[in-house]
């Protein structure tokens, strides 16, 4: 369906480019991205499937916001069709500016796209998860905020080349002027590209508890996932691990959740699983409607006995 001739990738990590650059390749003939970084990451941008490279430069004492007028200048010159940027906070900043130069508007948070009458149909999740809007853009250059899991990377190949333009440093009219670094208490987490997810809710009683998810979690190869209150509210995990509407989007092959209700802005985000399983002392609790497979039981009681019977089988 590659209706574009040149698609732009960007994410403000590298290894966040790879799912962009297998969408820019469905979208589009030419995939050309954007990087921030060593000549590493450039590598890496190929190997991911990117056609060409725009080398911003390395980042050293500089910030992310501040190459925004760069990536305008570029955009301007280039005049690509369609701009995909990851899903972040800073990138979205980027976007939302770069949407603005561009007399355009920026279509955010896209979960599918689809080519109908030559046009680049979009949906996203609106109300909280109840509603999905459907959205087209008119103008001449599209500008796109995509999440995690919406395009499978393809497998990396470090035999890909291509062609690697140096661009030259934008000086912005008001650099971003940082007052204070604080160690920030999180984590990189690519969730989203986890064949197995163990998520964890409200029914765990104390952050110490979440032990016996790690586990589980250790026990399978999965990476620990959790609802939005076990992240916001509890903060027992980093934000980078809630699943649903407003966090990940994750697509396992497994999801086991674990004292979660399975409310539609958690299970949104999770629901692409080709297996669910759910472990919850409410029979009535909604996540049974959505798992294939459901343990009615104390997390407490189930989690020991089922390490306890994985150890042994293994
Ligand atoms: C605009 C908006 C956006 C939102 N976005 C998100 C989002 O992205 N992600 C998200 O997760 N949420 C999101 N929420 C919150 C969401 O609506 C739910 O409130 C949240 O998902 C509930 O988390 P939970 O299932 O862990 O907790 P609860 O709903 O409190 O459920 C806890 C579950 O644990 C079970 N339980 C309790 N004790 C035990 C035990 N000992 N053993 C076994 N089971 C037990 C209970 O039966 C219950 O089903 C959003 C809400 C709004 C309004």
Redesign the pocket.
């Known amino acids: 369906m590659g209706i574009f001739q040149t698609v732009f990738v960007y994410a403000d990590k590298t290894e966040m480019l790879a799912e962009l650059c297998a969408g820019g390749k469905q979208l589009g003939s030419q995939v050309c991205a954007l990087v921030l970084g060593p000549k590493e990451e450039v590598d890496k941008a190929f190997s991911y499937g990117a056609d060409s490279v725009y080398h911003l430069g390395e980042l050293k004492d500089r910030r992310i916001e501040d190459y925004t007028e760069t990536i305008i200048h570029l955009v301007q010159k280039e005049k690509p069709e369609l701009i995909l940027i990851r899903s972040s906070k800073r990138a979205k900043l980027i976007a939302g500016r770069l949407a603005a130069e561009l007399k355009t508007s920026v279509l955010t948070d896209v979960m599918e796209f689809t080519v109908d009458n030559n046009e680049l149909h979009t949906k996203r999740l609106v109300y909280?998860?109840a509603g999905l809007k459907r959205e087209y853009s008119t103008s001449e250059v599209v500008v796109a905020t995509v999440g995690g899991g919406v395009f499978e990377a393809l497998i990396e190949d470090n035999s890909r080349k291509g062609n690697i333009v140096e661009v030259d440093f934008v000086q912005p009219a008001h650099p971003v002027r940082c007052i204070e670094i604080r160690k920030k208490e999180s984590e990189s987490v690519n969730l989203s590209a986890a064949k197995c997810v163990v998520g964890v809710?409200?029914?765990f009683?104390k952050q110490e508890d979440l032990t016996l998810a790690k586990d589980l979690a250790n026990l399978i190869g999965a990476e620990v996932g959790c609802?939005?209150?076990?992240a916001e509210g509890e903060n027992w995990l980093p934000k980078e691990r809630?699943?649903?509407?407003?966090?990940a989007m994750v697509k396992p092959d497994v999801y086991v959740a674990?004292?979660?209700?399975?409310?539609i802005?958690?299970m949104v985000?999770a629901n692409s699983a080709k297996t669910i399983v759910a472990?919850?002392?409410?029979k009535a609790?909604p996540?049974f409607k959505q798992a294939d497979y459901g343990i009615v039981?104390?997390?407490?009681t189930v989690l020991p006995a089922l390490i306890e019977k994985i150890k042994v089988s293994k």
């Open positions: 909280g998860g809710g409200r029914g009683a609802s939005r209150p076990i809630y699943i649903g509407v407003s966090g674990i004292g979660i209700s399975g409310q802005q958690h985000g472990i919850n002392k409410d609790a996540i039981g104390d997390l407490y």
